[in-house]
């Protein structure tokens, strides 16, 4: 299949009239797929009323079938069609954050969207992204858009249209290239089905940002304890990895360099993740700085970019620094979590 690339302004004025985005939306009405930029990273979007198209979203991305999809929506009317209840604790996050990194989760009116969307699940997760081209998108098309993070699975989400296209080039109709995504890591995922919402998965809205709205937020068990099962199907999976075995360092950067020295010594080429501030300090085959650690959200906004880059640079190891864990420094470390599947060393 040939992969249309539409290079499209984000700052122009009206885009819903744009010929670009009436192409990618024309695509979708068939049942096609269509990768499209978020505020988050590259989604992989197709009409989720319809098993044809997420059929395909499974194919191309190779997702287990048990790992459901979130639905991405530009009105929130359009809510009513396939969401059974609004909790309080959803209006007023919706009021907060929409259109936003976050999603939400909502008990699903049966027989509305794709049952595979869903994974057969009795709720539904949903959000509305902040990103110019893709509510123009969503407008144009008029559909509820499933859209997963556009990267083949296991592998990091994308951040740029030339990262889906190392992924899926072939395999969709096209991506609409709106430059690089802002936030950088996924949205946050809460569930408000309960009686106490729950945090699922950290991202680009904040624990603390969610409780100055809604008050007291929990935490599903699982992002701390890694034998719980977790409640969002998505988060047991290995995620995000690049090709050479990623392992989280604790310790002062001195510490990091002697492990360097000693898989240099074994012959192997070793990466080392760091940010703008350590980034002369290593000496190694590829030390990569990732945004700057006193601006974290710099940071979050390359992290995924710089994982894929160290499978340019053909490095046998790869030791990272880590961050604190807080704020959106906690989705960044559970993301980095789960590339190093857990593998932390401490001085
Ligand atoms: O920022 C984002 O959320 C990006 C952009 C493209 O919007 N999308 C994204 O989708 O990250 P994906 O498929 O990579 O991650 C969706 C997560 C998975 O962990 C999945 O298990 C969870 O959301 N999820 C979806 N529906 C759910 C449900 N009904 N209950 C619990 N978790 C759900
Ligand atoms: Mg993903």
């Known amino acids: 299949m040939n992969t249309n690339v539409w290079k499209v302004d984000k700052y122009v004025d009206n885009l819903e009239n744009n010929p670009q985005v009436v192409d ?24 989720a009323e319809s098993d044809e198209a997420v059929a395909k979203i499974f194919a191309a991305k ?41 999603t939400i989760i909502f008990k699903k009116k049966e027989g509305a969207l794709s049952e595979k969307a869903t994974a057969g699940l009795e709720t539904v997760a949903v959000r509305m992204p902040d990103h110019p081209v893709a509510l123009a998108l969503l407008k144009t098309c008029g559909l509820p858009i499933a859209a997963p993070s556009a990267n083949s699975s296991g592998k990091p989400s994308p951040t740029k249209a030339e990262h889906v296209l190392d992924d899926l080039n072939g ?4 991506v609409l290239d709106g430059g690089a995504t802002g936030v950088g ?8 089905t309960g009686t106490l919402p729950v945090i699922l998965r950290p991202g680009g809205v904040t624990k603390e940002q969610l409780e100055e709205v809604i008050g007291k937020v929990w935490e599903d068990a699982a992002l701390k304890d890694q034998s719980a099962r977790p409640k969002s199907p998505g988060m047991k999976y290995t995620h995000y990895a690049p090709n050479a075995p990623l392992f989280m360092v604790s310790g002062t950067r001195e510490f990091l360099q002697t492990l360097v020295e000693e898989k240099r010594g074994e012959g192997l080429r070793v990466g080392v993740l760091t940010t703008e501030e350590n980034e002369s300090f290593y000496e190694a085959e590829l030390v990569l700085a990732c945004g700057r650690r006193a601006e974290i959200e710099t940071v979050a906004a390359s992290l995924y ?19 604190p864990n807080e704020g959106v420094g906690h989705a960044i470390m559970n993301r980095l979590e789960k590339a190093a599947g857990h593998k932390l060393i401490s001085e």
């Not at 939306?25 to 197709?46: C, D, H, I, K, S």
């Not at 530009?74 to 907060?96: C, G, I, Y």
């Open 171 to 174: 395999k969709i109709a096209g």
């Open 305 to 323: 970019d710089t994982l894929r880059s160290f499978n340019q640079g053909k490095v046998d190891i790869i030791f990272s620094e880590i961050f």
């Open 185 to 192: 890591v996924e949205s946050t995922v809460i569930d408000c």
């Open 24 to 47: 990618a939306a024309n695509f979708l009405r068939e049942n096609e797929l269509v990768a499209l930029p978020t505020e988050t990273v590259y989604g992989l979007g197709g009409n």
């Open 62 to 102: 190779g997702r287990p079938g048990d790992n459901p999809l979130i639905i991405h929506i530009a009105e929130r009317q359009q809510l009513n069609r396939f969401v059974t209840e609004v909790p309080p604790s959803a209006a007023k996050l919706m009021d907060a954050f929409w259109p936003g990194p976050l």
